[in-house]
């Protein structure tokens, strides 16, 4: 099994940055695929991005336009979503996932508890 956890959220004014970071006790955390979603009130989950096993490869859903960046330290076992430029529209629960098999939405197997994001306007 494979669990995660999310820290780094909180209050933030729009324009400001939050470094979320997702921290697994995979015994092997280099095996997945890790991923970001988020989910506001009354909205459906969305893909935010992902990142490949190595870290060579990310993707990005088109909202992100450059503002956020993922990363990974696999000798910590942890992923990080850094998030510059914030505004109010990403408000919400911001959780990491783990795939064995790809970044695609759908493809997750394992799910952190999620981190409340606020952006203030």
């Known amino acids: 099994q494979v669990q995660l956890v999310e820290t780094g959220g909180g209050l933030v004014q729009a324009g400001g940055s939050l470094r979320l970071a997702c921290a697994a006790s995979?015994?092997?955390?280099?095996?997945?695929?890790m991923g970001w979603f988020r989910q506001a009130p009354g909205k459906e989950r969305e893909f935010v991005a992902a990142?490949?096993?190595?870290?060579?490869?990310?993707y990005y859903a088109d909202f992100v336009k450059g503002r956020f960046t993922i990363s990974r330290d696999n000798a910590k076992n942890t992923v990080y979503l850094q998030m510059n430029s914030l505004k109010p529209e990403d408000t919400a629960v911001y959780y990491c996932?783990?795939?064995?098999?790809?970044?695609?939405?759908?493809?997750?197997?394992?799910w952190g508890q999620g981190t409340q994001v606020t952006v203030s306007s």
């Open positions: 996932a783990a795939s064995e098999r790809s970044w695609y939405d759908g493809s997750y197997d394992y």
């Open positions: 990142i490949s096993r190595s870290g060579s490869r990310t």
């Open positions: 995979a015994r092997t955390f280099s095996r997945y695929i």
